[in-house]
């Protein structure tokens, strides 16, 4: 039997089309071009054993540069192909696909059964993708032929659902006219709708003893595309009445048995991965894993990993249970202590007989890459007592073979190795089994995936070269912190990960596919730069993106400004002394200054970075320290400039600068040329730059795996980023109080795109009632304007106001609307919690805030509120989302 591939592409002189065939025995083809775009290359083949899926990818020096989308997968269909028959595939180029989400596992999961298609000398095989249609459609075939009903709805062909989403016809082309003209239509028993927009043209023309396969055609129907609801909240905050301390992967289940009850379909969680660095309660921060594959003991249901054997021991952790879930936030400490306790006496009683098991073994050997690493690192951070792996004294530079000689059934410390390898499995089979009983009920568990990891974790040490160490990355000036966010995790080198084809970050995805359905990808604006501080910063001010396009002296005149290398240095004067520290200025000349001429100042070398200052400043706690510190912080940001990175004659505006005490000092004429330099630098020069960075990365990760992707795009977006998202149909992040267009004050629910993601309030916010008490004026604006109220706004935010600013939300256009817990119990007069500042789950301005909300209700409680959860219910029927 011969394969013939053939589509239309256009390569550059250095580039190759190939054909990629995931069969047992993988092939790989080269198409040859005709000089018009027109590709082509054949197989000669005696069967397959199966039928295997293609894909098209473009080469460059061997390795692959982009590849298609990879969704609906294409298939060869050889199974029923005679030896001396050829099979044409006809295809087109396949980028991000129509309706792109609804190829997701979130809203297609059954494959469909792939039926025998008849075979005639001359056979037309059509091949159209309708993820539109419901469960009672069926899609049929409509044209002006006779043998294609000469458009009669009563003679339309029907079509064999052959695969998820995918319709087959075979066509005898005996008799057909060379040019075929049809439509595709979905029928029910009720409705007929014909394919939107022209009609489907095509040539079909069959040779004898060939199979032609037309494959790409995408028919859109006017059908409302899905639309659901759900809840999100971390799981660390889950409570129910087998909690211990915190929420755990059991957890999870009953409260998909909850939102069932109640309509939704989505549970969105925050991060899982272990963050034990410290041991201590900064390691609550879920966004600083020290690996990005393990998950964090803390969340294990240790009821479902059995009693232990003495009932004496069993018995007291049952009361350290009821004690620690008793309290109204997590003691972090207290609670990984005592879990970590069980999971090691149960180690002792179970792992013999746990790891000779099939399934053990099955995990084991598909982890073992980052299951050993991350054992190994998890020993030494105990022995050496630092998971700062470049101060110990042993195995600071990750050994391939070393790790796996102290990671062997051999070695000496291999029992305690192999808690951990217990812990994962473990952790696995309970998330994987919360994640599929969520599905039995309708329910889908949405993961999150942080931008950063730590940089003592296991990927910097086994993979350093994929990560910039030098700095830090963070985020600029926005409604959250005005100084700028410093996370400290290194900056990802995208020039090494891009020499793989991005594996690091594919293999990242596949695993958390194996559990969730969609994705939050953390601060996608980092796809397309990262804001990057030099590691002796404390503050983001004085970072600068990457990759991005500095400024030289030259270019900088162009604007009219004259730049000066004192811009690179802070401006100390007398005024700005005065201004920052009133009556103590002279006390902080004489300490932490030195003169530097014509009435100046700079920065006493032991005091000229912000971790100086901070490191002056450790262990003072008192309010009169922490002010003086900060402001000497803000000393040291008082610059127009900063130097790049890479090229120190090269220099990037400072971020927020407009506002700084070095701005004001400039003459007015400056002042105009350094605004339209700062303006055209942070909001025009880098949109084209940006955009290709972004496309070079992301095209590759979200169609590695079929979760539905979802990005967080809040804070200062270039205007290329709603392009890419549009163009890969990412669904964005849309919140009222921090609407996307600068020309508006507050976001209008009701023109939300449709590929979003709509929300009240997220971990990093207050919550809806703590945001309605913060700022009075803006409460008032948004009574009147939004809510359309007239009078003055309450002062607290009513059941009835908090329902209505819901309702709003849930009538969006979005495809998905996902409340937190806080802010669905928020209508409810009598179940939402009396703090209302205790129910925000972080302040982003706040490096070493705890992360330790809880539930004020368990989830067994939650599951009686009979009013409640019939108002949710109902809230959710009304706006079409059930």
Known sequence: MQIKFSLNYFTAPYEELKAVIKAQKPVIITLKSDGCGNCSASLQISSFTE?????????????????????????????????????????????????????????????????KLPTYNKTLILKAYAPQLKENQTLKLCGADKNLGEWHISRALPMQKTALNEWTIALNAEGLPRTLEFKFIAVSEDKILWQQGRNNLINSDVKNKEILVKRDFYPSFELPSPRAAGIVLPVFSLKSESSFGAGDFGDLKKLADWAAACGQKIIQILPINDTSITGTWTDSYPYNSISIYAFHPMYMDLKALGPLSNKS????????????????????????????????????????????????????????????????????????????????????????????????????????IALYY?????????????????????????????????????????????????????????????????????????????????????????????YFDAYR????????????????????????????LPMDANETARFGFNFRQEYLNPRIDEALLKELFGGKAQEVKEKFLMPSGKGFYAMRTEFDTQRKVEEHFSGRTDKESLILKERLYSLISNVLFVRDKKNSGLYHPRISALSSAAFKALDDGQKRAYTNLYNHYFYHRHND???????????????????????????????????????????????????????????????????????????????????????????????????GKQGSAPKEASAE??????????????????????????????????????????????????????????????????????????????????
């Open 313 to 416: 021991i069993e018995d007291w952790f049952s009361r350290e249970q009821k004690r620690l879930n008793a309290l109204s936030q997590v003691n972090y400490e207290e609670v990984n202590l005592l879990k970590r306790s069980y999971i090691k006496m149960a180690f002792e009683e179970q792992h013999r007989k746990v790891f000779k098991t099939e399934e053990y073994q099955k995990f084991f050997e598909e982890n073992k890459d980052w299951l050993r690493p991350y054992a190994a690192f998890r020993y030494l951070r105990n022995k050496f007592n630092t998971p700062n792996f470049r101060q110990w004294p042993q195995y600071k530079v990750y050994d391939r073979a070393e790790i796996a000689e102290l990671t062997s059934p051999k070695s000496k410390v291999y029992r305690e």
């Open 422 to 514: 217990y812990t994962q499995y473990n952790l696995h089979r309970q998330l994987l089994d919360a994640a599929s009983y969520a599905r039995s009920k309708g329910i889908i568990i949405k993961g999150d995936i942080p931008i950063g990891i730590s940089r003592d974790s296991v990927e910097a040490w086994t993979e350093p070269h994929y990560f910039n160490l030098d700095s830090q990355a963070g985020a600029p000036p926005d409604d959250f912190s005005v100084n700028g966010q410093n996370w400290g995790f290194p900056t990802y080198n995208w020039e090494a990960m891009a020499k793989d084809g991005y594996s690091w970050w594919k293999k990242r995805f596949k695993k958390m596919a194996e």
């Open 801 to 882: 106001i908090c329902e209505e600013v819901i309702k709003r939300n849930l009538a969006s256009p979005s495809m998905l609307c996902i409340l937190s817990y806080q802010d669905w119990l928020s209508t409810d007069g009598r179940l939402r919690a009396a703090d209302i500042d205790g129910e925000r789950i972080n302040i982003p301005a706040n490096p070493r805030h705890y992360w330790r909300y809880r539930m004020n209700h368990t989830i067994e409680e939650l599951s009686a509120a009979r009013a409640l959860n019939t108002k949710i219910k109902s809230l959710i029927a009304e706006s079409g989302r059930l």
């Open 689 to 787: 730059f940006w955009k290709s960075q972004a496309m070079a990365k992301l095209p590759a990760l979200v169609s590695s795996t079929r979760m539905l992707a979802c990005a967080e795009d809040l804070g200062m977006i270039p205007a290329c980023v709603p392009e890419v998202m549009d163009a890969l149909q990412i669904l964005s992040l849309e919140v009222q109080r921090m609407p996307k267009s600068p020309l508006q004050r507050f976001g209008d629910t009701s023109k939300y795109p449709q590929l979003s993601v709509c929300t009240v309030s997220t971990h990093d916010m207050s919550t809806l009632r703590g945001w309605w008490k913060e700022d009075a004026k803006q409460t008032q604006a948004f009574y009147n304007e939004v809510l």
């Open 521 to 548: 990808i953390d601060h996608v604006l980092g796809f397309f730069r990262i804001w990057e501080i030099p590691l002796n910063s404390v503050h983001g001010l004085l970072g600068q993106f990457s990759p991005a």
């Open 51 to 115: 039928e295997p899926v293609y894909y098209y990818a473009v080469y460059e020096n061997g390795l692959e540069k982009r590849r298609e989308y990879p969704f609906p997968p294409r298939r060869i269909n050889c199974a029923a192909v005679p030896e001396d028959y050829t099979l044409n595939l006809k295809d087109a180029w396949r980028d991000t696909p129509p309706f792109c989400p609804l190829y997701s596992s979130a809203f297609s999961r059954e494959s469909g059964a792939a039926g």
